[in-house]
């Protein structure tokens, strides 16, 4: 009964309209031929694969789950994930933007990222399995040897190969200083890993010849803590130098978890007793490899975020225009019918509208950081790939947590739009909201996102990046500060960055004297910067559909709705969120623990 | 794994400090008799069969849900559930607030009310099945006849038999004027009744020995629309005149939904082929004799809520001071151990204090409004009863929408402080958000009470009686408001006393002019007046804790921490609610459907 169609005019207005990707990517060598036809073609192949091959198994997934074998200690993800795979490695989709030199087809990352939108407005489950295995490519490919880089990277592009990344311990999430896992450093040069990590999305399935873990773990002589662990290749068969798998590395599922949601993706116990393993990069410095991993983690968690919230509001509002219940209070609106659709009560507009914007405007906001991506990676001039790094470090943190905060709201919204039947599993809203509720926490809950914000990202470099883009917004807001149609977007825009740039100092000064104020102010100030992100996006979004609202095309008009929904129904969160940042620590703090 | 105690200090403190229901007992006739002993005794005794009997069953209820046969028809709640229903109905639970002329207690409802708390704190699931049958005693004690009463309420209140409400048709929830299930007069009186029912919660289980169903169907000279609507009592098994059960009546469970919690109740497609059904009230009334049992419902929606909110904080409590993860910004403060325990970090405290602060908000006007109900039916003096009655009216509305809605946030919350486990299934907390999700559903969605609250309750009668309520809150503004210490609390409260008036006659004049701008308003509206209520509710608590900081009992000095925690952190919402509502319809109803 649920239904999905990539919504390639929106993206292709982000893309063409907004970002003017093909200008930006002529002025990246890697990228120059790649221009508006290739683009549009690739995401529309896009779109019919996960709307006609990945979404219809969504629903089947989450009722079945993965189901885990005690003897074999195998995993059986649900009935047709490993046929769906074997398409998307097919169709070469799993290359799309790695790199040629071992196989990829060296596609901006801007083009990747719209259709990892897709993958998970179709099936985030899924789509978890080859987005680990993308993530384990980047890592491999940043920090990796060249002999490394030959044996792994041209399996992992290809698709034949699938990656995962083994951080959490039972006692250690967040806090990976505390991790325990084991490298003994053998003869030949490897390791032999021994330990217990938990959580580890896609880490036992058979939908891919080999699975390749990186691992964290420490050697003998680690110093303690976070500065005393190392990053290894753990690959499930050990692979001969041909690429052809040779023996069982002693790396297996002891189990896998129960939980709330992502039911088609295989939440694994791993243990490696005695596993060979590979150093990646330097000793004792694993975590810095591992943040290369991370951090594409975190846009990608954003885009779970937002393909969730896609299809939620595609689904919400095809039923708020098909179920007929009450009349308008304005004078009946449907006369043929016993009643109106519901989509003519002024609060089921606002929690579709809530979605609708939640959408655009991170589809917007992730397109920009992915383009910012390209940019650092390729730019020619140094300079250039500098700001560009910024931006993304800035970015990365609100791309994460605002997206998926707000897809926790629109999904909810969504929800509720259906009223008793959103409850109900078989018209499908009840698990969107169920899977979005997982991008919160992993690759660092929003609230280690908020503290990386404001603590590492602004306060570390007394907000220059942070001034950087504001600069930027800044700009723009002078740029159409006479213009007349503009001003209902940009007095607020203004006001909006005026109050962060005053927060953010004032936040400043207090951390000086308490540094507990970063951690009772972070998360209310990361969202207040996420709105001033939506804020400037959605402005100049506006002021194209400003200039084509006549042209005759009803995008235009549905896009300045938008626009004007958002900065007078959402924005306004801004209003909260600034005086909880700035109520202080006191009221969090005074109460003793034991009195709680 | 997960934990239950019931929260009897603050129960305890709400009842006699802050209502002072003693007092207000000894000028009930009916209550008289009830004093603090019985009051404490009861509820510590409900304390126990709750966490002891009940709260073990609710993750496994969870888990195993209930199954359908569809041989025969019948549903089989989870395991263990008939036989704590059968230990209920043994120790009189059942009958704890019922009228003691067929069998009842005839205990305040105030009581019954923070007994209802413990039950859904313990197990949502499993007290919809007698709080259902709750519900339909409450009707036919209402609206039944005679006979009707003497032959029903002695079953429903003993518990031998259970009730249920038979409302929905899959073509209409919320608007029950589309509704088409038929009632054919017959020669002997009775009806026979033909139709299908959707989301019949307890539609169909093995715990009783009758299952009474009131029905809403038409009759055949009925007027189009809601006021042709008649309510029906439907025995699943024919009473004869003792009490004894007859033949098996044609009203049968025809599926159950897969839903997104609440599992360990059955929600039931119920078919009526002919079934034999008797007019309770006069014909075509249905829908107010309904609304009995719908405002009780609600009442008791509200309840659902605070209960999770309530166990989820207590669940949360207990991880964050035993799980150590990363050490505190402002200094190590558990040297002995390999981190500290994360209550330490300021965000991990706002997760804790928003829950905590909802929940003891919650109860302290949950309380009061049951209060009020109990001044409601058993005031000698009428004039008290009707401005009992105009403010349990005037609340319904908001204890059901605001408190349901805060659970969905608090639970969520606590799940956070839970990191990577809150989403895992055996940790206990994502059945909590699951579960939430119901309620700010069924019993009229929150939109629904949004508009019964500003619409119904507050515009047609010019804010008489929001008025009555705030002339309440302003003697306690003035009362307070030479006293220094309080001012912390009173300036706030007053504010947003003033803020609500106006607010209220801003949105009374726009919907003169269009009734859009009330559907367009009421959502934030009302979670604006329970940001109210909950001010004058905590400032009255912080006034008796101040009074009380230095007697050596601890519970004082954290009832303040969460009072202030409170005004800093949540109240602040109101900011962007008034933004919200008084932003207007035309964001909401500019966009033509088709530009969706």
Redesign the interface.
């Known amino acids: 009964m649920p239904q999905y169609n990539a919504p390639l005019r929106d993206m292709q207005f982000v893309l063409h309209e907004l970002l003017k990707v093909e200008d930006v990517l002529k002025t990246l060598p890697a990228h120059a031929d790649t221009n508006r036809e290739l683009i549009d073609q690739v995401l529309e192949e896009g779109g019919k694969f996960t709307s006609q091959v990945l979404f219809p198994l969504n629903h089947s997934g989450d009722?079945e789950g993965c189901t885990y074998n005690k003897e074999t200690k195998t995993v059986t993800p649900p009935k047709g994930y490993k046929e769906a795979y074997k398409q998307y490695v097919e169709a070469g989709w799993a290359a799309l933007s790695c790199d040629p030199e071992f196989g990829g087809q060296g596609l901006p990352l801007v083009m990747n990222n719209s259709f990892y939108e897709m993958l998970n407005s179709s099936n985030q489950a899924w789509t978890m399995y080859p987005g680990l295995s993308h993530g384990a490519y980047e890592c491999i490919h940043a920090h990796g040897s060249d002999e490394q880089k030959a044996l792994y990277l041209p399996k992992l592009i290809s698709g034949e190969w699938t990656g995962t990344m083994c951080l959490?311990e039972a006692?250690?999430?967040?806090?990976l200083?505390?991790l325990r896992s084991k490298a003994e450093p053998q003869a030949d040069g490897s390791y032999k890993i021994t330990g217990s990590k938990?959580?580890i999305s896609a880490g036992e399935h058979d939908m891919s010849d080999n699975i390749v873990h990186l691992v964290l773990a420490r050697l003998p002589d680690a110093p303690q803590g976070s500065k005393g662990i190392s990053l290894f290749i753990v690959p499930k068969f050990m692979p001969n130098a041909d690429g052809s798998l040779g023996s069982r590395n002693p790396i297996a599922c002891g189990a896998i978890?129960?939980?709330?949601?992502i039911h088609g993706n295989a939440?694994c116990q791993m243990n490696l007793d005695g596993a060979v393993g590979w150093l990646i990069g330097e000793p004792h410095k694993g975590l810095n490899a591992m943040f290369v991993f991370m951090n594409a983690a975190r846009l990608g968690v954003g885009m779970q975020g937002l393909g969730l919230t896609e299809v939620a509001y595609q689904n919400a509002?095809v039923y708020a225009?098909d179920r007929?219940?009450?009349r308008?209070?304005?004078g009946v609106k449907a006369p043929d019918k016993?009643?109106d659709?519901i989509?003519?009560?002024?609060?089921?507009?606002?929690m579709?509208?809530t979605a609708?914007a939640y959408a655009e405007g991170g589809r917007a906001f992730c397109s920009y950081v992915a383009l910012q991506l390209d940019k650092e990676l390729n730019h020619p001039d140094e300079e250039v790939r500098k700001e560009a790094a910024d931006q993304v470090a800035l970015l990365t943190p609100v791309v994460k947590a605002f997206i998926t905060d707000n897809a926790?709201i629109a999904t909810?919204e969504c929800?509720?739009v259906y009223?008793?039947h959103?409850?109900?599993?078989?018209w499908g809203m009840?698990q969107y909201?169920?899977d979005a509720?997982?991008n919160?926490?992993?690759e660092g809950?929003?609230?280690i996102q908020?503290?990386d914000l404001l603590g590492r990202k602004i306060l570390m470099d007394n907000g220059a990046k942070l001034k950087k883009f504001g600069a930027q917004v800044q700009a723009f807001i002078e740029d159409n500060g006479t213009d007349e149609a503009m001003s209902e977007f940009i007095s607020p825009l203004a006001d909006i960055g005026d109050k962060v740039s005053k927060l953010t100092m004032e936040i400043g000064m207090k951390a000086f004297q308490?540094?507990?104020e970063?951690?009772?102010a972070?998360?209310p100030y990361l969202r207040v910067v996420g709105h001033l992100v939506y804020a400037y996006f959605f402005a100049q979004m506006a002021k194209i559909a400003l200039e084509k609202q006549d042209s005759g095309d009803?995008f235009y008009?549905?896009k300045l709705?938008?626009a004007?929904?958002y900065f007078?129904?959402l924005l306004?969160?801004?209003?909260?969120l600034i005086?909880?940042a700035r109520?202080?620590?006191a009221?969090?703090?005074?109460?003793?623990?034991?009195?709680?």
Chains 1, 2 share one sequence.
């Open positions: 009722r959490t006692h250690c999430g967040t806090d200083g505390l938990i959580f978890e129960e939980k709330m949601g939440t509002l225009k007929i219940q009450m308008s209070l304005s016993a009643a659709p989509i003519v009560h002024p609060d089921v507009r606002r579709l509208l609708k926790w909810s929800l509720q009223g008793g959103g409850y109900i599993s078989e009840e909201v169920r509720r997982i919160m926490i992993y809950t929003n609230t908020s503290l308490n540094p507990d970063v951690g009772a972070a998360v009803n008009k549905s709705a938008t004007r929904f007078a129904r306004p969160e801004t209003a909260t005086r909880q109520s202080g620590s009221n969090l703090m005074a109460l003793d623990a034991d009195l709680f």
